[in-house]
């Protein structure tokens, strides 16, 4: 019995990670590029702990997800009455 040469869903899973991974890391670059100048304040393991912290929650939405909670912010309507005189 031949087997299909088709990816398991499992494996995609994977590849998707992967991407989500080097695109986490890319960010992580680029914050410790842009913020260098708050090294000396915190130290070298404090900051590197910091901005993978900053860089998960940045890449958390990647990769086609979608928030589930609507904003909170709701812009109330304005009722604006004309008085006749």
Do not use: C, W
Not at 15 to 28: F, L, P, V, Y
Not at 59 to 67: A, I, M, P, T
């Amino acid at each position: 019995m031949k087997r299909n040469n088709q990816t398991s869903p499992k494996s995609n899973k994977k590849t998707e990670g992967e991407t989500k991974k080097e695109a986490r890391k890319q960010i992580d670059k680029k914050l410790e590029t842009a913020l260098t100048s708050l090294l000396p304040l915190l130290g070298e393991k404090k900051f590197k702990k910091r901005i993978k912290k900053a860089g998960k929650l940045l890449s958390k939405g990647l990769n086609g997800k979608v928030s589930e909670k609507p904003s909170k912010h709701v812009k109330p309507k304005v009722h604006v009455e004309v008085s006749e005189q």
